[in-house]
């Protein structure tokens, strides 16, 4: 086991939060696994933390919990190729140790990919986050690319889109949060899509949904399937898009664009 | 013909999106077993949710004794919610394994955890779900048998004609027992009454099918169960019992479970068995002799149980923890194991003294949430009746110091309706939680939020309890006590939450029941009844309509005494406590006269020891 945190001391003798290690994982979210809903995935992924061995800090509060954030819920039944979570550790642990530590401890369908350290006053990843391409699979019989593109251009005019989540009407500002779709004929009746969404204050647009409401703009088509796949998240700025790992990463630094 | 061995996952899959918790049928969590090789399958069946079923401690000890045998594997099934069932029987899909996605009835084996009486339709709904016929006689030859175990074996007779045999006691050893006797007879290609005749054999294995129901005047109407003729079965099956409780794994849960769970953390058996010989507890009575684990293997083990699953919360469970002889020790060692790792370590029940409020404070550290006592029973004369032996002044200190070491709530465990309860025991329990409510404000002052919450259950008399010959309270009267006890209730301060009368009638009808029970239950499945144990889901009324099809009035069947000399409908299982101790018992109940532990004073003659050749390990003296 890691080396714990002193809890008789004084808290003017802990560092400052800030001021801890903040370990930025990557990992995915796939297969069967699609299906875990968010607070089950953030009680599992602290579980593969604890399992590695990695020298969490835990918070002060009352229930003591570790610290750790998470990129934006994804919509269950979704997969990805690119989930987050910044940990703040008592102790640097060398990143592709850390990294090692972790897949031992991890289940493969959320296997971490990669890891580095970032600062630790930046921006909290949910909100910093604020756009994501998807990929989509939708079977429809008779659905075309370009009449899907058509479809979610009409939807798109609407200005806003309002649905059922459960029992509550929720709404959504297209304008805001719509980048911007491309779509492929894969097969009669199956299209592949690139979706780009973007997420802040006016909320976040969930493909399925999008889909849903293009679906039905189509004469005489109902979605037979669709799967989703999150294949980026990334900080756009002004234009610039900064990747997560950014200029922390192993890879080259951003910006991508 | 047996069902083929197949992954039907995909079958399932598709329905994920359409389902609330997903998460229940995703299987692949960390530490399950996926190497199902066989040859022999068997299938852990709890009958109801994953999240209910997940954390049962029994399940996961006999999983863990099958998978480490050479040959055998063993995978885990709980039942779907009704928004999957529906959709799989709309579809054709059977139940399935979580580990192999197999269908249920292509193994060579099934066993359900009876954990509770309300379970019962579940069970039911599994087999027919599984497309297994619902009675024992009318399966196949190449049909899975069905086993079944657990707390509520005690009297398995409503359920008797839906199982081949019934495991009694520890089931350690005897799963795997179990298993082999099935396997050897399949390999010899015997027939399917011949493997029952041979599982019969197994210490501690009851074969209903082997036993006829006889009713006469030494019975109640509900017979007792004998010997066929012509069959070599024992008249009584004797559970069996592992007697070096120490020497099996401490670890037991090694399934970390993806999505939350009823009991959401790593629970340790500390102990097994209690001897405190509280007069209603059918667990007390049936979990006999106590064994304790040493500290340094309850310590250890915490540890690499902690480290392997990743848990944040470690439980020590048992049925009084607290009466482990090195308690203290335990959670001293634990304390300074776990230091700064954010770990909290919970022990389920709180012994009512300062010892237990001692053992709270150091597993609570600097926090205080609310701390539970049972006293059971409103005054001391009903608390001799039931042999719950604690005092007045028990209470009062153990209340005192936990507002003095900064408890701010306190809950209090009482139950109504037991035998030669008067109205006035019934205010005795306002009273009693005015008087904790009190002390609280004298130590805390009035401003400082002290709160009461009261719990009141309905004693359901239950099988191989000194209260088993005894009728349950009618339930016009447990609404009428439940009323009187809210009325005497005046502080807002203190807040009283109770049982419904009708679900307790239920439970106390299956308790009560023989073997012809099980029309009953058939019946009431056959009106939807299923979830029994969810308040959302419970359904008085079909319940009633089913008893009226059946001839029978529930509230007849739950609330008729027996005869002390009766024979019982359960006579023929025993966990070793004799019949005797038990009639004794029950007229030092009536007397008022309380019993004292056997771990802490000499033996009390329930014959466990004798009948079982085993004895009470205790690692210390107990405090």
């Known amino acids: 086991m890691s080396r714990p945190q002193p809890t008789g001391a004084r808290p003017q003798d802990l560092p400052v939060k800030a001021d801890l290690a903040r370990l930025r994982v990557e990992y995915g979210k796939s297969e069967r696994l699609a299906y875990l809903g968010h607070l089950d995935l953030i009680a599992t992924v602290e579980r593969c933390i604890r399992r590695a061995g990695l020298p969490f800090s835990v918070g002060n509060g009352f229930a003591r919990r570790m610290r750790i954030q998470f990129s934006s819920a994804l919509p269950v039944g979704a997969s990805s190729s690119c989930e987050y979570f910044d940990v703040r550790l008592t102790e640097r642990v060398e990143p592709g140790e850390a990294l090692r530590l972790l897949r031992a401890a991890t289940p493969s369908a959320l296997a971490p990919s990669r890891a580095c350290y970032v600062d630790g006053r930046a921006p909290a990843l949910e909100a910093w986050l604020n756009r994501a391409t998807w990929e989509l699979r939708c079977e429809a019989p008779g659905l075309t690319a370009a009449a899907l593109e058509g479809a979610v251009g009409r939807v798109r005019e609407r200005g806003t889109l309002t649905y059922l989540r459960g029992e509550r009407e929720k709404r959504v500002d297209l304008a805001a949060t719509l980048g911007g779709i491309e779509a492929r004929d894969v097969a009669p009746g199956v299209v592949d899509a690139t979706l780009v969404t973007r997420s802040g204050p006016a909320g976040a647009l969930r493909p399925r949904v999008l889909l849903d409401a293009a679906i039905a703009e189509v004469v005489g088509a109902s979605l037979a399937s669709a799967r989703v796949r999150r294949v980026a998240q990334e900080h756009e700025e002004d234009g610039l898009i900064v990747e997560p790992l950014g200029p922390f990463g192993p890879q080259p630094p951003a910006p991508l664009s | ?623």
């Open chain 2, 1 to 623: 013909m047996r069902a083929r061995r197949e992954s039907l996952f995909h079958l399932i899959e598709p329905l994920l999106g359409s389902v609330e918790h997903p998460a229940r049928y995703l299987d692949h969590e960390w530490g399950s077993c996926q190497e199902q090789d066989g040859p022999f399958h068997l299938a852990m069946v709890y009958a109801d949710v994953y999240e209910v079923g997940q954390p049962n401690l029994g399940v996961a000890i006999l999983y863990n004794q099958v998978n480490a045998q050479e040959g055998m594997s063993c995978e885990r099934c709980y039942l779907p919610w009704k928004d999957m069932a529906d959709l799989m029987r709309e579809r054709g899909v059977p139940l399935l394994s979580l580990e192999a996605a197999a269908p249920l009835a292509s193994f060579d084996a099934i066993g359900f955890t009876l954990a509770h009486e309300l379970i019962a339709t579940n069970v039911l709904e599994a087999l027919d779900l599984a497309g297994i016929a619902l009675t024992s006689a009318e399966r196949d030859e190449d049909d899975p048998i069905i086993l079944a175990g657990g707390p509520s074996a005690w009297n398995c007779e409503p359920l008797a004609p839906a199982l081949d045999a019934v495991l009694l006691g520890d089931g350690e050893e005897h799963i795997v027992d179990a298993c082999a006797c099935i396997r050897d007879a399949r390999a010899e290609g015997v027939s399917r009454a011949e493997i029952l005749r041979r599982l019969a054999r197994v210490p501690g294995t009851y074969v209903p099918s082997l036993y006829d129901v006889v009713v006469d005047e030494t019975t109640t109407r509900w017979g007792r169960a004998v010997p066929r003729a012509g069959e070599d079965v024992p008249a009584t099956v004797l559970k069996r019992c592992v007697q070096d409780f120490a020497a099996t794994p401490a670890v037991a849960q090694r399934i970390v479970p993806y999505m939350g769970i009823v009991q959401d953390r790593l629970s340790l058996e500390v102990l097994r068995g209690c001897a405190r010989g509280c007069r209603f507890c059918q667990a007390g009575m049936t979990y006999r002799p106590v064994r304790e684990r040493p500290a340094e293997q309850v310590v250890s083990a915490s540890v690499e149980g902690l480290l392997a699953s990743g848990h944040n919360e470690i439980s020590l469970t048992s049925l009084s923890t607290t009466d482990h002889s090195q308690c203290a020790r335990i959670l001293r060692e634990l304390d300074g194991a776990l230091e700064g790792r954010g770990i909290r370590v919970s022990i389920p029940s709180q012994r009512l003294d300062s010892f237990g409020v001692e053992m709270a404070a150091a597993v609570a550290g600097g926090k205080r949430g609310g701390l539970t006592f049972a006293p059971e029973a409103g005054s001391q004369r009903l608390r001799d009746v039931i042999n719950k032996n604690v005092s007045e002044q028990d209470l009062e200190s153990a209340a005192r110091n936990a507002f003095e070491m900064g408890w701010r709530r306190c809950k209090l465990y009482f139950m109504i309706g037991l035998p030669t309860e008067t109205d006035e025991d019934v205010v005795g329990i306002a009273r009693m939680a005015e008087r904790v409510l009190e002390i609280g404000r004298e130590v805390c002052g009035r401003r400082a939020g002290v709160s009461v919450s009261i719990s009141v259950a309905v004693l359901v008399p239950k099988a191989y309890t000194p209260f088993q010959w005894v009728g349950q309270c009618r339930p016009e009267e447990v609404r009428r006590r439940q009323q009187l006890l809210l009325s005497e209730v005046r502080d807002r301060a203190i807040r009283v939450s109770y049982h419904d009368a009708d679900v307790s009638l239920v439970e106390g009808a299956l308790s009560k029941m023989g073997r012809a029970g099980f029309e009953l239950l058939r019946a009431a499945w056959g009106r939807g009844c299923r979830f029994d144990a969810w308040t959302s889901e419970f359904d008085f009324d079909a319940w009633r309509s089913a008893a009226e099809a059946c001839g029978l009035d529930l509230e007849d069947v739950a609330c008729e005494d027996f005869p002390l000399s009766a024979a019982l409908p359960w006579d023929h299982t025993s966990p070793g406590v004799d019949k005797g101790y038990l009639q004794r018992e029950w007229l030092r109940a009536t007397r008022g006269e309380t019993t004292p532990d056997c771990t802490r004073a000499s033996c009390t003659g329930c014959g466990v020891c004798p009948s079982l050749g085993v004895h009470n390990v205790v690692q210390e003296v107990r405090a």
